[in-house]
C-alpha cells in the first residue's frame, strides 16, 4: 500500500500530474468523511478535503518518504479542519441555526450502517444520527482522535503520528471521549451500553 | 480505569463498526484543474507568490532609491504635491539691459528675482479653483546690505487671464507687471513682463 502510494509520489513529483489521479481516488472519501465528522457541513467538508489534496501536492517535495503517505495526507487535512472550525465557531457564534432556524442543506446525510437489518435498523439509525451529532460536540482534540479510532480503524501509533502527539496522550483524549459520548448516549439507548454499565465506576461516572 | 477503558472502547468498537465512509463526488477534476493552472502561467506569473512579492518590493525600494537620489526630485514630488505656477519674465529698470528669466512658484511661497539694487518677491496663491491673488513685494537694496522695501501691490486675478500690477519705487510709479497666471508645469505657459513706464 505504502509502496504503491511512494511510486504515484514519485511520478508526479516527475512531472506527471496524472499519476496523483490514483491517490486523490484512494484517500477522497477518508478526508471528507473526517472533515464531515469534524465540521458537520458537507460543503466545508468537501473544501477540506480538496484544499488538502492541493496542498499536498503543492508540498508534495517536502514528503518524506520514510514516512506513511497516508499520515502526511491526514496531518495536512486535519490542520485545515482545525484552522475552518476556528472560523466556523466564529461564524456560528452569530449564525441563523442559533436561534432556532434549520440547519438546511449543508446539514450531513443520514448514517449509514452495512449491516442494516429492518428490526434494528431504525434504533441503530437512531442511535448513528445522535453519534454522529455528539461526536461533532465534542472538543475538537477530543473529536479528532474519537474520529480516527472509531471511523476510520486508525492505530493509536498512526493517531499519535497524525497528531504529534504521544501515544498516552491519544489513549487518554479517547477515553476523556469516549465518557462523554457515552454520558450523552447512554440514557436514550440503554441496550447498545449495557455491556458498559455493568462496570460500576462507569455507572459511577454516569450518575455523576 | 483499565475496565473502565476496555469497556466503552467495545461499544463505540461494536456501534461505529462496518460504518461506511462517507462518501463524496469526484473531487480530482476540480482538483486537477487547480493544481495544472500554474503550470499554464507563463514567466513571471509561474514564480510563486513570496517570490512575485518580493520583485515588487525590490522595485518600490529601487524606484524610490533613484528618485531622492536625483537632485531636486524630492522638492518636485512635493511641489507636485502643491499647486505649481511658473512664470517668464522681462525686468527691465530704467536704463539697464532688460533682464529675462522664468520662475517656478510653488502654490503661496515666494521666490525672489534680483536685477541690480531691486529685488521683487513674487508669491502666487491659489483661492480658489478659478482664483489666484499675486503678491510682489519690492525691495530695494541699501548701502549697508539691507532690504528696504519700497511697495507691496497685490492683485487677485483669474487663470489664464492677464493682470496688470503698477510697481512704484520711492516716488512714483516707474514700472508696470504683466502676467498671466496658469496653473501649468511649463514655464512657457506664463507670461510675465515687467515694463517700464516712460515719462
Not at chain 1, 477522497?28 to 496542498?55: C, P, S, V, W
Not at chain 2, 493544481?35 to 507563463?42: L, T
Request: net charge positive; glycine share 4%.
Amino acid at each position: 500500500m505504502q509502496q504503491e502510494d511512494i511510486r504515484m509520489v514519485t511520478e508526479t513529483l516527475k512531472g506527471d500530474s496524472e499519476a496523483f489521479k490514483p491517490l486523490v481516488e484512494k484517500y477522497q472519501n477518508r478526508l471528507y468523511d473526517l472533515a464531515l465528522r469534524m465540521t458537520g457541513n458537507i460543503h466545508e467538508a468537501e473544501d477540506i478535503a480538496q484544499t488538502a489534496f492541493i496542498k499536498a501536492y503543492a508540498s508534495l517535495k517536502l514528503y518524506n518518504t520514510a514516512h506513511d503517505f497516508s499520515n502526511w495526507l491526514y496531518t495536512i487535512a486535519l490542520n485545515i479542519t482545525r484552522n475552518r472550525l476556528r472560523r466556523l465557531s466564529i461564524i456560528n457564534f452569530f449564525s441563523l441555526e442559533r436561534f432556532g432556524f434549520p440547519e438546511g442543506e449543508n446539514a450531513p446525510p443520514e448514517p449509514v450502517d452495512a449491516h442494516d437489518k429492518p428490526e434494528e435498523s431504525l434504533t441503530k439509525k437512531e442511535l448513528l444520527k445522535c453519534l454522529d451529532k455528539a461526536v461533532r460536540n465534542l472538543p475538537v482534540s477530543l473529536k479528532e482522535v474519537f474520529v480516527l479510532f472509531h471511523f476510520h480503524e486508525t492505530s493509536l501509533n498512526d493517531i499519535s503520528i497524525r497528531l504529534g502527539i504521544s501515544q498516552n496522550a491519544v489513549s487518554l483524549r479517547l477515553l476523556k471521549g469516549r465518557k462523554l459520548l457515552y454520558k450523552q448516549l447512554a440514557p436514550k439507548f440503554p441496550e447498545y451500553f449495557k455491556n458498559g454499565t455493568h462496570d460500576k465506576k462507569e455507572a459511577d461516572y454516569v450518575k455523576r | 480505569m483499565l475496565k473502565d477503558k476496555e469497556n466503552l472502547e467495545g461499544v463505540f468498537n461494536k456501534i461505529c463498526a462496518q460504518t461506511k465512509l462517507l462518501e463524496t463526488r469526484d473531487l480530482w477534476p476540480d482538483i486537477k484543474n487547480a493544481v495544472e493552472k500554474p503550470k499554464r502561467q507563463i514567466g513571471f506569473l509561474r514564480q510563486p507568490l513570496w517570490s512575485r512579492t518580493a520583485v515588487f518590493a525590490g522595485l518600490a525600494v529601487c524606484a524610490a532609491v533613484v528618485v531622492f537620489f536625483i537632485p531636486g526630485a524630492s522638492e518636485n514630488i512635493k511641489n507636485g504635491i502643491k499647486k505649481l505656477f511658473s512664470i517668464n519674465y522681462s525686468l527691465q529698470l530704467r536704463d539697464s539691459a532688460e533682464v529675462l528669466g522664468g520662475l517656478l512658484v510653488t502654490d503661496a511661497q515666494a521666490q525672489e528675482i534680483t536685477i541690480n539694487n531691486m529685488l521683487l518677491r513674487i508669491k502666487v496663491t491659489s483661492l480658489d479653483e478659478k482664483a489666484v491673488r499675486i503678491d510682489v513685494s519690492i525691495f530695494k537694496k541699501q548701502t549697508d546690505g539691507s532690504l528696504k522695501l519700497l511697495h507691496n501691490p497685490a492683485i487677485v486675478t483669474l487663470r489664464g487671464s492677464p493682470a496688470e500690477i503698477q510697481v512704484s519705487d520711492e516716488k512714483e510709479p516707474v514700472y508696470r507687471l504683466k502676467l498671466t497666471p496658469r496653473e501649468q508645469k511649463d514655464l512657457t505657459a506664463y507670461k510675465c513682463a515687467l515694463e517700464p513706464i516712460k515719462p
